[in-house]
């Protein structure tokens, strides 16, 4: 592991500062804002037994700290005796990670489920396994979609020698899980909506997955949190925006569309760039091809594992020139490939991260872990670090520049 040292990060800082244009008024947001994020800000689709959910806000004199779990890939072969056993390694990888930095919020970032492994009438129940340690806690979370998550079932080859197909065992149900066993196991698939719809009526008001704008349709999980101010004032800290980038049951790219919806929800969410905004997906854009270390990570990027080549979206609909010339875009967050854990300045600009292969479903057996995120209200900061399923904590690395 190399880690970037403080006079490189400075260095990158004060290139940063330079090309940036830096308001007075870095993280005011008027009392008008507030029906816009309530309004134009979510996209909300809630199933009418979900409890109203609260706004997110920094805990008072404290931080505010995201966990990110990426690539779990629940239900992979659930007929054998492996595949039960990787999904209980998964949990318990997010359980230490869960209780070591008790985070106020969650993003799984997408491949939460290999449905082309389930053959069951609905991966939801896999869903909703991956989903239980976080909801265990009372800790809220969302979650976006990867290319396996809504993946058509492949039948294995080997089902159709002598032995057969073998019996298909269904997860067990929490009690929150509106499935029922009545319903069977059978072969069709689980939609993208079905999926959020089934976590948002076992979520207890703690999910802020949302279906977006159905004129994005297929593509789904786009949608604006806004993270707020620990005080009583209506300010906004930070926004977090979620993209589908898509895959499984439809082609692996963010569309132009959806380049059209950021550009027009961040001009009337954030018109002065005043506040900080982070961005997630899950397939890494072909950005990250251009900043990628050749073999070894050396500074200014950060990280510990380079093991693969960048796996990209198919296409590039322009969405990575609307966030270069955005300088409130402090970084964007994605998985998809398992072997690959670092940061890197792209442009002078922004941040591309890597996030951490957190589940034993998927390929690789690197060791397992997260990637936190960390945002101080005052003076602004966002910290990024890994946590280990060991315990070990490296990589640490700062996204943001003082003043």
Same mark, same amino acid.
């Given at each position: ?147 396996? %998550? =809504?993946?058509?079932? /492949?039948?294995? #080859?080997?089902? $159709?020698?002598? *032995? !057969? ?65 620990? %005080? =009583?004032?209506?300010? /906004?800290?930070? #926004?977090?925006? $979620?993209?589908? *980038? !898509? ?79 955005? *300088? ?76």
């Amino acid at each position: 592991m190399k880690e970037r040292s403080k006079d490189t990060q400075t260095l990158f800082c004060s290139i940063v500062l330079n090309n940036m244009k830096r308001s007075s008024s870095f993280l005011i947001f008027t009392v008008l804002s507030l029906p816009l994020i309530s309004a134009v800000g979510w996209e909300l689709s809630i199933p009418s037994t979900t409890t109203a959910r609260s706004r997110l806000r920094v805990r008072e004199g404290s931080r505010f700290k995201i966990a990110i779990f990426a690539d779990l890939h629940f239900g992979e072969d659930s007929w054998t005796d492996w595949g039960p056993r990787q999904d209980e390694n998964s949990v318990n990888v997010m359980s230490k990670v869960l209780d070591a930095e008790t985070p106020d919020f969650v993003v799984y970032l997408g491949d939460v489920v290999t449905a082309n492994n389930i053959a069951i009438h609905t991966a939801s129940l896999f869903w909703d396994k991956a989903i239980s340690p976080t909801r265990d806690r009372n800790i809220p979370w969302t979650s976006l979609f990867g290319n396996h %998550d =809504d993946a058509s079932f /492949v039948w294995p #080859l080997d089902w $159709f020698s002598s *032995s !057969g197909i073998p019996p298909i065992i269904c997860p067990s149900v929490s009690n929150s899980s509106s499935w029922s066993s009545d319903d069977g196991c059978g072969f069709r698939g689980t939609t993208r909506v079905e999926l959020i719809q089934e976590e948002l009526k076992a979520a207890k008001a703690l999910s802020y997955s949302t279906i977006g704008p159905k004129e994005l349709w297929p593509s789904v999980s786009n949608y604006v949190i806004p993270v707020e101010s620990s %005080d =009583d004032s209506i300010q /906004v800290v930070a #926004l977090l925006y $979620f993209l589908d *980038s !898509g895959g499984g049951s439809y082609p692996e790219v963010i569309s132009n569309a959806q380049v059209e919806w950021f550009k027009t929800k961040s001009n009337t969410l954030n018109p002065d760039l005043s506040i900080p905004e982070l961005i997630f997906w899950h397939i890494p854009s072909k950005a990250y091809k251009k900043v990628a270390p050749r073999l070894w990570i050396t500074r200014p990027c950060v990280g510990s594992i380079n093991k693969e080549r960048v796996a990209a979206q198919e296409a590039e609909n322009g969405m990575m020139r609307v966030l270069e010339k955005r *300088s409130s875009v402090k970084a964007v967050f994605v998985g998809h490939n398992h072997g690959l854990d670092w940061c890197c300045p792209y442009k002078d600009k922004l941040w591309l991260c890597f996030a951490r292969h957190t589940g034993y479903g998927g390929y690789g057996n690197w060791p397992r872990g997260s990637r936190i995120l960390e945002i101080t209200e005052v003076p602004f900061r966002i910290k990024s670090w890994i946590r280990m399923e060991d315990g070990t904590v490296h990589s640490e690395v700062n996204l943001t520049c003082d003043d």
